[in-house]
């Protein structure tokens, strides 16, 4: 696979226009950051359209959104996962509204471009429409955030339609639903049996119905997942859910390897953090122990 050279603009330009209309792309280059100045939600279905996979991860800070963001990444998830990583929480059940509006308020700040999506927590929206659409409109007006996620299929069929029509752009959450991880029991790969692969399609399509610009799909058989995809118009983004979608989410704490003790097959990890991290952390330490720091130079 070709590479962009970073020095080298002129090169980086002949490379683009060469590569871009056989849809090879350099593998340090973000297609998107070329082609949208702001992501919006028409841009995710556009990106489908044209064949282009969509980039999604999570944040729920302002300085990893900033990196992020300058990355070229299209999407960023201020996602319920924050009750996990950074509350350190067993389940994403206990984060509440208002520590989700904290969490993406601090993550728009850091956005130029991507299309942020906040996790509607576990509580705000499942004891009926208006609660959901209340909640829909905290996040909207108090975070700035561009949309929001749900969990869920025909259960939730009218909060999401709620939502909907207040204008609120609403992406669907199907598979693995981690706030029903106490009905499920198990973290494990779902749709597996052939009466819930069907459930799944059907609520896939119901979303796409009603209105949703997009669908998560966590954790089930490849196959299946490419079987929606296939049978969508908006985009399906992947967790855990292979390669025949049309785009892909991580959480960004697993992906750089802040986070150490979790290793499901579907996660690649692009650093180790964790490791370079204590080095750091273990370097620093001995330097003040032995004095060493701070030197004539660091000081005033
Ligand atoms: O909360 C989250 O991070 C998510 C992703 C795993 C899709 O919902």
Redesign the pocket.
């Known amino acids: 696979m070709p590479s962009f050279d970073s020095k080298n603009n002129a090169t980086n330009i002949a490379v683009y226009l060469v590569l871009l209309p056989l849809k090879i792309y350099p593998k340090n280059m973000s297609v998107a950051k070329k082609q949208y100045k702001r992501v919006t939600v028409k841009s995710l279905i556009d990106m489908k359209a044209n064949g282009e996979k969509i980039s999604m991860l999570?944040a729920y800070d302002y300085t990893m959104a900033k990196i992020v963001d300058g990355a070229g990444i299209d999407v960023i998830?201020v996602?319920?996962?924050?009750s996990n990583v950074m509350a350190g929480h067993e389940t994403?059940l206990p984060i509440t509204l208002d520590q989700m509006i904290y969490h993406a308020s601090s993550v728009v700040r850091g956005i130029d471009r991507c299309l942020v999506v906040v996790?509607l927590p576990f509580g705000s929206y499942q004891s009926d429409p208006k609660e959901a659409l209340r909640s829909a409109i905290r996040i909207m007006k108090e975070s700035g955030g561009h949309s929001i996620?749900m969990e869920g299929g025909k259960e939730i069929k009218e909060s999401i339609k709620r939502i909907l029509n207040a204008g609120i752009p609403v992406m669907g959450?199907l598979g693995l639903t981690?706030q029903s991880i106490y009905k499920f029991g198990t973290y494990t790969v779902r749709a597996k049996e052939e009466e819930e692969a069907e459930k799944l399609l059907e609520d896939a399509l119901m979303l796409e119905r009603i209105g949703c610009f997009s669908i998560?799909l966590?954790k089930v058989p490849a196959k299946l997942a490419q079987k929606v995809a296939d049978a969508l118009n908006i985009p399906v983004i992947g967790?855990g859910a292979g390669n025949g979608v049309d785009g892909q989410?991580l959480?960004t704490h697993d992906m750089i390897g802040m986070t150490h003790e979790f290793h499901p097959r579907f996660l690649r990890r692009y650093l180790d953090l964790y490791a370079e991290m204590t080095g750091a952390f273990e370097n620093y330490i001995t330097d003040v122990k032995s004095g060493d720091f701070p030197n004539k130079k660091e000081q005033y």
Do not use: C, F, R
Request: net charge negative; hydrophobic share 40%.
């Open positions: 999570t998830l996602g319920d996962s924050a994403t996790d996620k959450h981690p998560v966590e967790i989410v959480v």
